[in-house]
């Protein structure tokens, strides 16, 4: 996508959970939920899950397991903080004496996924750090672990607009993913060294990683990741100037989205194919689609860039079908909807949209401010 995949467009990668080195006998009603999980089936894992919590509560190993499967659910549904949450309890299971150094660096890598995801972007590099390093100190180290809290912890960087760390980190993911086997986290770091090099203006390498990640992803038979890779793979057909190549992949991607059954992601690849319209002189029909992801992401605070952006293209229709009073109030929705996402970036655009919508109406003075105000936040040297 166009606008989300250069940010957090891989925000919502989804890893397997990794198994504990304690494994009960008697665990198959919590198999059962945590292939539910590793199948993306959310909202149905969570209800599996809390049903057998009294089942496993007295067990640590089966207790942690099921804090652990049930966050990451959580923390994919939109319910962050109960994640949080329910990770804080699986912290204090795993200071057990009977767990290992890398079963608590899986708690803090999980942690660290959830503050991502709440846009604590510092606390999350923090515990992805605190996670590599203590898997470091394990009796026997997970590869598969450390490759992706390397790939997380790129998103980290790239979303505070640090691209070489970035590149440093999933460089290394994919390293070690390769090392220990495991196809889907190399997907993944695939993926995001092609979201890195898209941020790098690297579209060819970018397609490259892509369509990488994407023969992975359909050996392994993971529809929803594809259909974030097609989404991407669209958004680069159009920074490489292929119109009706992005528009095809952008269908193709929503069909896969609908198929795998979720609303977040087809919200998404619905809002990439409104930007091309958008900027293929198509205001009407970018409308339409921006106001449909809309409504499919309220109450996402997880999706609050995506939601900032279709915001901001149904802004930007508006203005463009003379419509500027409108366009003003999106405009303002979308910069707060930037601020509680946490992102100067994001807010930096939502300025300078407004900027342009004031110099068309003749306010040269108010856009001048805007642009300044945009250009003074992004700034990195101050002295």
């Known amino acids: 996508m166009l606008s989300r995949m250069a940010a957090a467009a891989s925000l919502h990668e989804l890893p397997p959970l990794t198994t504990l080195q304690v494994a009960p006998a008697d665990d198959g009603a919590l198999c059962a939920a945590e292939s539910l999980v590793a199948a993306y089936r959310y909202a149905e894992a969570c209800d599996a899950l809390e049903e057998l919590w009294p089942e496993v509560?007295?067990?640590?190993?089966?207790?942690?397991?099921?804090?652990?499967?049930?966050?990451?659910?959580?923390?994919?549904?939109?319910?962050?903080?109960?994640?949080?949450?329910?990770?804080?309890h699986a912290e204090a299971i795993?200071?057990?004496?009977?767990?290992d150094a890398a079963d608590r660096a899986e708690v803090f890598f999980?942690?660290?996924?959830?503050?991502?995801?709440?846009g604590r972007y510092s606390d999350a590099g923090a515990m992805l750090t605190r996670a590599l390093e203590t898997n470091e100190r394990a009796p026997r180290r997970r590869d598969?672990?450390?490759?992706?809290?390397?790939?997380?912890?790129?998103?980290?960087?790239?979303?505070?607009?640090?691209?070489?760390?970035?590149r440093r980190d999933v460089e290394l993911a994919l390293e070690l993913a390769t090392r220990a086997g495991d196809a889907e986290a190399q997907a993944h770091a695939l993926f995001q060294a092609s979201i890195v090099a898209e941020r790098q203006e690297q579209w060819l390498l970018a397609r490259c990683y892509a369509e990488q990640a994407l023969d992975l992803y359909g050996r392994l038979q993971n529809h929803l990741a594809e259909a974030r890779v097609l989404n991407n793979l669209g958004g680069i057909a159009f920074l490489l100037g292929e119109t009706e190549s992005a528009e095809a992949t952008l269908l193709a991607a929503i069909e896969?989205?609908?198929?795998?059954?979720?609303?977040?992601?087809?919200?998404?690849a619905v809002n990439?194919?409104?930007?091309?319209?958008?900027?293929?002189?198509?205001?009407?029909?970018?409308?339409?689609r921006a106001q449909r992801a809309i409504e499919l992401l309220a109450g996402r605070d997880d999706f609050l860039d995506e939601l900032g952006n279709a915001q901001l293209v149904v802004a930007t229709a508006l203005q463009a079908e003379g419509d500027p009073l409108n366009a003003a109030s999106w405009l303002a929705i979308a910069e707060q909807t930037f601020l509680r996402f946490g992102s100067t970036g994001h807010v930096a655009r939502a300025w300078v949209a407004q900027g342009d919508l004031s110099r068309t109406q003749g306010d040269v003075d108010r856009a001048a401010d805007l642009y300044r105000q945009a250009a003074v936040a992004l700034q990195d040297v101050h002295f």
């Not at 795993?94 to 767990?99: C, L, S, V």
């Not at 990439?272 to 339409?288: D, H, I, N």
Request: glycine share 6%.
């Open 144 to 166: 598969g672990l450390a490759a992706r809290a390397h790939e997380w912890r790129s998103r980290c960087f790239l979303v505070q607009h640090d691209a070489d760390a970035a």
């Open 272 to 288: 990439s194919l409104a930007q091309v319209y958008l900027r293929s002189g198509r205001p009407v029909e970018a409308r339409a």
């Open 110 to 118: 999980r942690q660290g996924c959830v503050a991502l995801q709440q």
């Open 57 to 88: 509560r007295h067990d640590a190993a089966l207790a942690l397991r099921q804090r652990l499967a049930l966050a990451w659910s959580k923390m994919y549904v939109g319910e962050l903080e109960e994640a949080a949450q329910l990770l804080s």
């Open 256 to 268: 896969r989205a609908d198929h795998a059954g979720s609303e977040a992601d087809f919200a998404q």
């Open 94 to 99: 795993a200071g057990q004496a009977r767990f």
